[in-house]
């Protein structure tokens, strides 16, 4: 195939992980060593970005902070949660479209690598779609990131195995603490993770027990399964009577034996207009509360678990870089239209064995992966060991990185702007 020459984009998308910014190293490193790629540039804000020309001249970076964007959390170009959606807005979309190619020929973007999750992947195979049909030169490879691992087709999904890691260990410590206070009157304390739809992140925390029935989560409570109030009640009473204490882990869009999630409030919508989730854990605590008169208490991880790159997972750091890695060797040899898999072997003597695979994009977008339910136990309190085995090893390792005066020592990208071509955006 004849060498495609021209300029590289690369952007991202959605909620932030703790090593999307290995993703982007990945990316920008492996184009440094390909000549048919005459400049790096970065959307500035994502999809958003782009339709706005705010683009930014990777070029003028320094390679020691390309460097440190392996052990930098949140997204080092910035991020949006920006849907061109041809379903119900086809005219707003068909415009999107329109700008982004304006764009991407102002500035002889050959090359397009958009890092995100199930919409980034969308978007993606929009562009290639959308390349395809108009005649222009362009390869588009998608880059794998989501706490939530809901992507299909790939073992798991780089962030996964750092938001698990962290969320594992705080369940661990504030069980430690929770324990340490349990007295006869018995106390049980309510740990809410992100997760609306899947529940990979809450079954996570499972590694905290390490295969202790007593030790702590004693329920994990996954979006895939319906619960009912009583039932829960019970198993809480049922722990509190046996260890006087219970620590319960509930992912963020946990639903009731209707299918109704219980912490949404439909008075108010977000972005993509699902309920606004305001709170499982405090539903379920005012009714533990009430009914058991049980001393009770929540925490939101919130924002910290994917934010936690100082106890990131080492392999999925890893994955992440060889994520964006591998979609410019793609590009390069011609591929367009794919989303970068991690794939999971062994070696001869069965240790894991990390590489990297590509799946069309069309196979990616609108398709959620959820928790096998074989995964988890049959009341559905618990994930069991299948689960175990998937995920302990995607939290092995730790990242070095540098310390400043007792704390972690992160990246900031300078973010020199490329000069706009073009009148603003309509």
């Known amino acids: 195939m004849a060498e495609l020459v021209g300029n590289l984009l690369v952007a991202q998308s959605g909620g932030p992980t703790s090593v999307i910014n290995s993703s982007l190293a990945g990316v920008i490193q492996e184009a440094g060593h390909h000549d048919c790629i005459e400049e790096i540039y970065g959307g500035a804000n994502g999809i958003l970005g ?5 683009l930014i001249d990777i070029n003028d970076e320094r390679a020691r902070t390309i460097e440190g ?13 920006y849907k061109i959606d041809f379903k119900k807005k086809p005219e707003k979309a068909a415009r999107d479209m329109d700008r982004l190619f304006e764009v991407f020929q102002a500035h002889n973007i050959r090359y397009f690598f958009y890092i995100g999750g199930n919409d980034s992947q969308d978007t993606s195979h929009k562009i290639h779609e959308e390349a395809v049909k108009r005649g222009y030169e362009m390869r588009v490879i998608g880059v794998p990131k989501t706490i939530d691992n809901d992507l299909p087709h790939t073992d798991s999904c780089p962030g996964y195995g ?44 499972v590694l905290a027990k390490r295969g202790q029935p007593a030790a702590p989560p004693h329920l994990i409570l996954l979006p895939e399964i319906r619960y009912s109030m009583d039932s829960i009640l019970a198993k809480v009473k049922e722990t509190v009577d046996a260890y006087k204490y219970c620590v319960m882990v509930v992912g963020e869009g946990i639903r009731d034996e209707r299918g109704e999630e219980i912490g949404a409030d439909k008075t108010r919508l977000d972005s993509f207009g699902h309920p606004v989730l305001a709170g499982a854990a405090e539903k379920i605590k005012e009714f533990v509360q009430g009914k058991l008169n049980t001393k009770t208490r929540t925490v939101l991880l919130g924002y910290a678990q994917r934010a936690a790159a100082h106890f990131a997972s080492l392999t999925d750091s890893n994955n992440a870089f060889a994520c964006g890695e591998a979609a410019v060797r793609a590009a390069i040899a011609g591929q367009s239209g794919y989303m970068v898999k991690i794939v999971r072997g062994l070696t001869p003597d069965g240790a894991i064995q990390w590489s990297t695979g590509l799946q069309p994009l069309g196979d990616i977008a609108n398709v959620e992966h959820f928790v096998p339910r074989d995964w988890v136990s049959e009341d559905g309190f618990l994930p069991n060991e299948k689960f175990v085995q998937y995920a302990q090893p995607l939290i092995e390792g730790e990242v070095k990185f540098p310390i400043e005066s007792g704390l972690p020592k992160y990246t900031v990208l300078e973010g020199n702007k490329v000069e706009k071509k073009l009148p603003p955006r309509a």
């Not at 782009?50 to 705010?54: I, S």
């Not at 964007?69 to 949660?81: F, N």
């Open 50 to 54: 782009v339709l706005n020309e705010d």
């Open 162 to 205: 750092s938001v698990i890691k962290y969320c594992a260990t705080t369940v661990m410590e504030v069980g430690i603490d929770v324990g340490s206070m349990a007295t006869d009157d018995g106390s049980c304390c309510i740990i809410e993770v992100m997760g609306r739809s899947a529940g990979w992140i809450a079954a996570g925390t």
């Open 69 to 81: 964007l392996r052990c930098t959390p949140a997204a080092a170009l910035g991020t949006c949660r």
